[in-house]
């Protein structure tokens, strides 16, 4: 007894000299507190060429190298950055100023080709860039994406260098968000030396922005960005540099949040949103984003085709409810077809149809003739909280409606989409989009506009759109926007659930985080000298 | 030799077939992933077509198997979707999980071996009670939970280990995950000793060791411990294999990009270059681990290698 004992003993001690021994510092950010630089938790992007990635983690990264012509503020609202003006006296033919005194990284001048270079290459099909649909509304782009065969042009027509600082877009058609589209990174100019070697500039690429690569991109683990020398913008960097740190999952970034062994976190998972906030106090910063939740209907099937029945199931779904389970109350319930972020929107936007009532709901249910057969509810497993939700959204049915027979189609990831654009449902879907930009448009044109995945037809709402898309400004075309949102939502082929909301957190090194749906503004971001 | 050469051309079907298995297995996943990489955005047909050229999808199974292999031959394991060279990726992120695998299996083998010979010779002892309760509760907790508490209580609340990332480097960032990793197989390792210890203490040439005035010490370290070692070393062979490709979790928790992860990520993005690409350098691991534990038994007992002589 007394051996084991003893050699228990000996091992704890070897365990704890083990242990104690190589605990290394986990605060290795001591010695860098005086360094004026900071890290980011990303999750590795998959492309750092503006026009061939939509990924927002390549975004989050592009943004400190790029400034696209225009920027966007907190409010939604465009403001110039890398072009003067953007101007149009027909929303068809655009005229873009860009500033004339801006350099990239290498020190070549930005200029009207730059950004014409860049443009040309993303809208050339045979790159097989993903941002390519983005330019499918400027005339020439067809001969760029030939169905069949070679394309006859590696140029946009549509698109004029008229002089170093002027570049004209003619656009297939009148598009009065125009300006708000040249925020998104796609439009980003590129220099002459990217050219030579698309790949190598993939892993380099030299902007125009306030921060530049410092160093390679180690991929899975880290890519460094320091100051740029040349920038003269707005955007004009205040540390010295930034970190951006790759994270395979979200739980493992919080909790080096938490450890202080990175700076900024913006997608803090649901499920520690409370204790985030506890801990992190006025650190913790819950941004409604511009990402809605939808329930669709396949007007195909004969048994959706009455907008009774459709806003019967709207009246039937507690969605405050689902959101307190599911996403611990950080979700929005929507009334809304656009999200809070987008300028136009209109809180009560729905009415009567979005608010939960059984009574109503069953009532209404009833004089549509009720529903027959099995509902399948279709969704995909992408994420565990889309089946939590469905299940929630099934229970309701059951409970409000008394559909007895409720399924669930919970479809492989990879195959969830080709089912619903081959439509191949036969019930209620999960529909979920991410903003591109903040415009009413950018929502409902794709969603609801001709050639949707609905199966939903209505002459007076494509008008409309179609009204407010040459409208003469920004302004004047939100009106036309609302009406058309309206005729969708008496119609009801799409039920608006909710908004998501990004929950980031910072440590207390940092001061002047100012965090809004479109950027993380790493510019204004500085360390605190204690 | 002989022995040697056999096996080693056991292992060329081996390869193939288990290669072959893993791409069809990837092939006949369900959707299109190019179409699965661009999420909910359109993507116009021009660009589909250019992608699923570039990647030989519109090939049959046969023929994208073929022109894989020949690539493979030539030192070329494919591209990712993204662009990267398999080969690149799995350089970098080889050593990650080598480092990660090979703390795992050290601590394993000294800790559990440790402790299953202070078991074994108490036995029914009160440290043999506590292994025992010790190694049932570790085997009955799932990976990814010891992972996380470790981290949260070690990591984050004590400040004894970095939380995660590998910064620090080697040794620092890897003991804890690889404590974590190998905390199931140090059970086992720890069990095993301790049965076969208890077993052979009871054996005949023990007690005849003993009986000739053998020191304790020598009995039991040279006679009774390097028979039990046995079944140990099959098992500690087999699990350096098990430890490199089953560090998926252990990977993700710690956030150390080593090749569990990668292999996570492309099955989800259906990249068969990656996915078999890996599987194929684990097949060839599995192979000469096993390779190995058959020529260390003939160290630890003649009587093996001569038998198959």
Redesign the interface.
Known sequence: ?R???R??AA?AAAMTM???G???????SDGKAEANEFSVALTEP??LTPGNT?SSYSITVLDALFDTPVHLGADGTPVMAAAESVTSTDQKVWTIKIKSDRRFANGEPVTAQSFADSWNATAY??????N??YF?NVEGYDAL???EGE?AADKLSGLEVVDDTTLRVTLTAPFSQFPITLAYIAFAPMPKAAFADL?AY?QAPIGNGPFVMDGAWE???QIRVKRSPTYTGERAAKADAVTF?????R???Y??L??G?VDLLQTIPPASAAEAKRLLGDRFVAIAGGTMDYLGFPLFDKRFAGADLRRAFSMAIDRQAIVDAVYDGTFQPMASLLAPVVPGYRADACGAACVYDPAKAKQLYDQAGGFSGTLNLYFSNADPSYEQWMTAVANQLKQNLGIADIKFRKI???????TLRQRKEDGPYRQ???MDYPSPQNYLEYQWGEGNRMGWENKEFDALLEQANSAPSLEASLPLYQKAEDIALAEMPMIPLWNWQDQSGFSARLQGVELTPYSANLHTITVKRS | MRYAARRLAQAVPVFFATTFVIYAMVFV?????I?????????????LN??RE?YHLNDPLLVQYGRYMLGVFQGDLGETF???QVSE?LQ??WAVTAQLALTAWVFELVVGI??GV?AG??RG???DT?VLAGTTFVIAVPVFVVG?TA??V???NL??????????GW???Y?LPGMVLGSFGLAYVARLTRTALVENLRADYVRTATAKGMRRRRVVGVHALRNSLIPVVTFLGIDFGNLMAGAVVT?????L?GIG??V??SI?L?EGPVVVGVATLLVMIFIAANLAVDLLYGLLDPRISRARA
């Open positions: 007894m051996v084991s004992r050699r228990a091992l083990l242990i104690g190589c605990g290394g510092s986990p605060s290795g998959d492309h939509s099909g045979p790159n097989g860039w993903t390519n649909y499918a994406n030939p169905e394309p790949e993939d991929h899975n683990k740190k790759m994270y395979a999952s739980d493992t970034a909790t080096d938490r450890a062994r492989p990831a990879s195959d969830y989409l080709t979920n989009w991410v | 996943l369900p959707g299109d992933p179409l699965a990489l661009a999420g909910d955005k359109p993507v116009p047909d021009q660009v250019v992608m570039r993204t662009g990267q990726l970098d992120r440790g402790l202070v010779l108490r002892g009160a440290a506590a996380y981290q949260i070690l990591g984050l400040g004894l280990f970095p939380t995660a990332g590998t910064d620090e040794p620092a960032s003991l990977e993700g928790i710690f956030n990009p992860q990668q996570f990520q989800q259906q």
